[in-house]
């Protein structure tokens, strides 16, 4: 087999740093049932949770780690805060750039006999095309607003904090999907408003498979879509008590919090400006070989966005150009990308089309290997 060039990192980053990997071996070795009990491995596991959500609360300058929720990852995090925030009666906006993890729970609740409903917003444009999209799409019904800050299947970023403001003056509540920007980009929680942002741990944070989390604004009082035992009143038949607690029912998964802390731990080291401008120039190589190649569609071109590139080749069904580079030991992603509102926009809902997503691991020989195959392809 060709040496892996591995390009699907938007879906889950690889290879994992060996930090990453270390730490879960010895976690597996050490950990207990945190909160559970009190002898030294279930107090082992409880200080490795904690120490987690000081990082997170560090690396993304927010003051309150009783705030950080775990989960298992974006989706589960999205559901707990659309769910848990959303009251019977009023209207949701989302973008047509939405991942089903906030499509699916938003078109549930508008099925679910509560008098909710949801509109969406195109947020294909520039900045001010979307910033006067999304106002016109907002009315006196409007409750809640889910938006991602960058989208998975193209890469742009959206103008999260303008959006942040026009929520916060109208008194909505928001909540962010930041699964596809954590690790590329500086998000600071201090320097724009939302009720609640999701992240992935397994993506761009270089953590592992099963681990996301959400981050609770302090004024948000979300209400437990799951209820179980959680160390805390167990006597009680009802969920209840502060966060954490109230939203993390039954037991957490200590090896991804400690893959995650050192995921966070390796791109502070590593210097997230670096990672992000790293990322960006090979992004800058492909795209610009692309352009070069006869055939190519290129689809969501923007001044502000991470390192994930949509094309496709012709009418060629994009499973059929994901199949042949993995042929080649090439990693991409074919298909809709679970996304369809985007493809509908975008206009590929028939062939799909081929995503590649970078990661500061991969090399500018990466990437002219890539579009040798390409190129190759199209002849």
Known sequence: MSRLIYLDNAATSYPKPKN???????????????GRS????????????YNCREAIC??????????????????????????GLMDDGGEIVISNLEHNSVLRPVSDLSHSGRDI???????????????????????????????TMCSNVTGKILPYKRIGEICKKRGIKLIFDAAQCAGLIPIDLSAFYFSAVCFAGHKSLCGIMGTGFCVFSP?????????????????????????????????????GIIALHEGIKHITSAGLGHIGEKCLYLESRLTSGLLQTENITLYG??????????????KVPSEKVSAYLSEKSICVRAGLHCAPLAHEALGTTDTGAVRVSISHFNT????????????????
Request: with cysteine; charged share 20%.
């Open 38 to 49: 009190g002898h030294e491995l279930s107090l082992y596991s409880a200080r490795a949770v």
């Open 364 to 379: 500018g020989e990466d990437i002219d290997l890539f579009l040798k195959e390409i190129r190759l392809m199209t002849k």
């Open 219 to 255: 004024d948000t009082e979300p209400l437990p879509i799951i209820q179980g035992g959680n160390g805390v009143e167990s006597i009680s038949q009802f969920q209840s008590g502060p966060l954490p607690e109230r939203l993390e029912s039954g037991t957490v998964g200590v090896p």
């Open 301 to 314: 071109r923007c001044r502000d966005k991470v390192s994930t590139v949509l094309f496709s080749i012709g």
């Open 117 to 147: 409903s949801f509109k969406v917003f195109d947020a294909l444009g520039c900045d001010d095309e979307v910033i006067t999209n999304f106002e016109n799409t907002l009315s006196p019904e409007t409750k809640m607003c889910v938006v």
């Open 20 to 34: 990453v990997i270390r730490a879960v071996n010895d976690c597996l070795l050490k950990c207990g049932n945190p």
């Open 58 to 83: 560090s690396f993304l300058n927010f003051n309150h780690p009783e705030n950080v929720v775990f989960t298992y990852n974006t989706t589960y995090a999205l559901n707990m805060a659309i769910k």
